[in-house]
């Protein structure tokens, strides 16, 4: 087994005894580990490290990115869940194919174990992760962004028991945020995605306790409500971004949050 901290240690230098395309193939298997160690450590970071300075080479990205898109399908949830990162460092690398996307959009409302963390296999967080996923699609040129709105209003209106526990409302929320930055939306398209949310939910009468789903999405949009008022960082170190039709995104978001309340 090939040791990824002295890799890391090196400056992620490719050892010269080792085929490049068989520490790949490695790579995406530790990717799928069911041991957090492993799937969350070292060979996590030398992976995206390889692709940001572009040591793995264009085809064997996009096999990279096919056996992630049929990563979703995977029995495992923690292959399935961080076949979104994956696709994430690859995306940012700008590699797209439209069977990824494809594939993601068949996943991500579909997917019912929504735990952030499980004590035996680590972190999980399959909406967040998707969350992220989402939103450099939907940054993408080659990626319509309403498609990847729809997509949101689809997990957010996807049943479930599961309350969000670890940041999956705000990483949801930033997500939506970064794809409305993008100036060629329409008005129109910008809050549109909302209406099958209102529907949804504003025709439910909610009980107490408050369905897992409701809080979810209720939580997520009060979240995007302030992201669309002071703007979204695309990074830490970068400054935040006004959404376009940034106020009609703010009076959709918060008419829909109103016709849910008022349930």
């Known amino acids: 087994m090939t040791d990824w901290k002295t890799i890391e240690a090196a400056d992620y230098a490719v050892p010269a005894d080792r085929p490049l395309e068989e520490l790949v193939r490695e790579l995406s298997r530790a990717l799928a580990d069911p041991d957090p160690l492993v799937r969350d450590g070292e060979p996590y970071a030398v992976l995206a490290t390889w692709i940001a300075r572009g040591v793995i080479d264009a085809p064997r990205r996009l ?13 495992r949830i923690e292959a399935r869940t961080f076949a979104p990162l994956v696709l994430d460092m690859l995306v940012a690398k700008g590699d797209v194919k439209s069977g990824w ?51 949101a209003a689809a997990r957010l209106t ?59 999405c209720l939580r997520t949009l009060r979240m995007l409500h302030l992201l669309a008022d002071r703007g979204v960082r695309p990074t830490s170190d970068l400054p935040a971004e006004p959404l376009h039709h940034r106020d009609a995104v703010k009076s959709g978001v918060a008419a829909v949050l109103d016709q849910i309340v008022k349930r």
């Open 63 to 75: 096999e990279l990115g096919d056996e992630m898109a049929e990563r979703f399908g995977d029995p």
């Open 101 to 151: 996307v494809d594939a993601f959009e068949r996943w991500y409302p579909a997917e019912q174990d929504l735990r952030g963390h499980d004590e035996t296999l680590g972190w999980l967080h399959a909406v967040a992760h998707g969350a992220d996923l989402l939103g450099s699609f939907g940054r993408h040129p080659e990626v319509a962004p309403v498609r990847m709105l729809d997509l």
């Open 158 to 216: 996807a049943p479930t028991d599961h309350v969000y526990d670890q940041m999956e409302d705000d990483r949801l929320a930033r997500a939506v945020a970064r794809i409305l930055t993008r100036t060629d939306l329409s008005e129109r398209d910008a809050v549109g995605w909302l209406d099958p949310i209102a529907e949804r939910f504003g025709a439910d009468r909610i009980s107490t306790p408050v369905p897992a789903h409701i809080s979810n």
